[in-house]
């Protein structure tokens, strides 16, 4: 916590479990090739990578969450940095909580809502990789999460579908975004 950047822009952060299609959200929001590239890689687990959006915005990319195999030490760690980053950042505006448009919610998905509900962070939910299904598809999962986030206290109640392959929802996400900052 001591190693980040000066609290003076607000914060966005970027979470979801491991291949999620985080880095390749990222790199779509912000036109770059390779940039979230190495936040994927293994072993980092500990990172917060920040990413500044000129004078405007930080973007957070948070570890990636629901490795199965993972050490128990590497899940406390994360589960620590985590809680040390939500309680204790006071430039963050929200979280968007990137869920796999072919997957829905999973358990560690809930947890980590519950996290984000007892730290009292606002977050959004984003599907990714909604080329993969049909338009009709994703819009029984946008209404399924929707129920489920229903009465919890601190989810935003417009989920977003997104594509980093074809740009659907990239500028609808933008707007958003660019909308906290
Ligand atoms: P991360 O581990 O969450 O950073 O996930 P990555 O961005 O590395 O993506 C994981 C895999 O999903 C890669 O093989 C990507 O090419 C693929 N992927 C990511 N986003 C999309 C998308 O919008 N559509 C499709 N079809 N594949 C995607």
Do not use: C
Not at 31 to 45: D, M, W, Y
Not at 87 to 100: E, F, Y
Not at 151 to 162: C, G, N, Q, S
């Amino acid at each position: 916590m001591d190693g980040l950047p000066p609290a003076e822009l607000p914060e966005i952060a970027f979470a979801g479990r491991s291949n999620v299609g985080k880095s390749s959200l990222l790199n779509a929001l912000t036109g770059r090739k390779a940039l979230a590239r190495a936040s994927s890689e293994p072993g980092r687990t500990r990172e917060l990578n920040y990413f500044r959006v000129g004078d405007t915005l930080r973007l957070v990319d948070l570890p990636g969450y629901g490795f199965a195999k993972a050490p128990k030490n590497e899940i406390a760690r994360w589960t620590s940095l985590m809680r040390d980053y939500l309680r204790g950042r006071a430039p963050l505006k929200r979280v968007l909580l990137l869920i796999d448009a072919r997957h829905g919610l999973k358990p560690n998905d809930n947890e980590v809502m519950k996290a984000l509900d007892d730290a009292a962070v606002t977050y959004q939910i984003v599907l990714t990789k909604a080329d993969k299904m049909k338009p009709t598809e994703n819009q029984e999962t946008i209404a399924a999460v929707q129920a489920a986030i229903a009465k919890r206290p601190a989810a935003h109640p417009l989920v977003m579908a997104t594509s980093s392959e074809t740009g659907d929802g990239i500028e609808a996400l933008r707007a958003e975004i660019a909308a906290l900052a």
